[in-house]
């Protein structure tokens, strides 16, 4: 018996020398315009709500590969494993394909350098085939909530 306590006082300091886990999510709202014929530019805009406030985003980004067309993409979704608004600025990385002819569906898993990661989905809109590999920079336009 005395073996049982001795563990269980053992896991309770382990348990109690763990700092909790600051990481939040936030919620994020994106639309994206694109040009592109084999390298493609697009820019946006979008919101991040984080803890109760709104931040205004600005999205710049430019893929490379089989890509032809014109389109505008409304995403929402989540950025994960945030501490700080400021967390969601950086360069995403991203592989990934989508298609869309007048309208059709996106969307993307993408991670930056502080490990903030966006899963976002939604609508396309226009005329574009897309094979490629990308970056996408993302800035906070204001700190003021």
């Known amino acids: ?3 049982v306590h001795i563990v269980a006082l053992g896991l309770l300091a382990i348990c109690l020398s763990v700092p909790p886990s600051r990481a939040e999510t936030g919620f994020v709202r ?10 493609g530019t697009g820019e946006g805009t979008g919101t991040l709500t984080f803890l109760g406030h709104d931040y205004p985003l600005r999205i710049s980004g430019m893929s490379f590969g089989a890509t032809i067309g014109a389109s505008k993409t409304t995403l929402t979704g989540h950025a994960r494993n945030m501490g ?4 969601i600025e950086g360069t995403y990385a991203a592989v990934g394909s989508g298609s869309a002819l007048l309208l059709g569906a996106g969307g993307a898993h993408l991670k930056n350098e502080k490990g903030v ?3 976002l989905g939604g609508v ?9 590999v990308g970056g996408v920079t993302i800035s ?6």
């Open 117 to 119: 990661e966006l899963l």
């Open 1 to 3: 018996m005395r073996g």
């Open 140 to 145: 906070i336009l204001s700190q003021k909530p």
């Open 30 to 39: 994106v639309i994206m315009t694109k040009r592109a014929l084999i390298i």
């Open 84 to 87: 700080a608004p400021s967390d």
């Open 124 to 132: 396309k809109v226009g005329a574009e085939m897309t094979v490629a």
